[in-house]
């Protein structure tokens, strides 16, 4: 069983940056992605990571304000988020799935596609 581990998360005002963390032994071995859902809203998927050769893709949403990466170890994932938005707001989860990558790549921010959950991190950015 693989338990992911986030943390993070905070409250912040529009423009502010926040650095998501998602952590498991082994994790160098899994895609991951991570994902947001709003109140009253579907999960989304934001970004995703390659378990390999560091491949990556963002929604659109998110591209150019939100960075994705691997520590050295590869079992730790970040988000590093920057120029937060309001919309922004919503609670934040990784997932994870072991395969070097998708296929088609925009699969990679779609939440059937994945295994493991995280438990989520709440942020909050505040106009």
């Known amino acids: 069983q693989v338990q992911l581990v986030e943390s993070g998360g905070g409250s912040v005002q529009t423009g502010g940056s926040l650095r998501l963390s998602c952590t498991t032994s082994?994790?160098?071995?899994?895609?991951v992605g991570w994902f947001r859902q709003a109140p009253g809203k579907e999960r989304e998927g934001v970004s995703c990571?390659?378990?390999?050769?560091?491949?990556?893709h963002y929604a659109d949403s998110v591209k150019g304000r939100f960075t994705v990466s691997r520590d050295s170890s590869g079992n730790t994932v970040y988000l590093q988020m920057n120029s937060l938005k309001p919309e922004d707001t919503a609670v934040y989860y990784c997932?994870?799935?072991?395969?070097?990558?998708?296929?088609?790549?925009?699969?990679?921010?779609?939440?059937?596609?994945?295994?493991?959950w995280g438990q989520g991190t709440q942020v909050t950015v505040s106009s």
């Open positions: 997932a994870a799935d072991i395969r070097p990558f998708f296929a088609v790549q925009s699969m990679c921010i779609k939440p059937a596609e994945y295994e493991y």
């Open positions: 082994r994790l160098e071995n899994y895609a």
């Open positions: 990571i390659s378990s390999t050769d560091g491949r990556t």
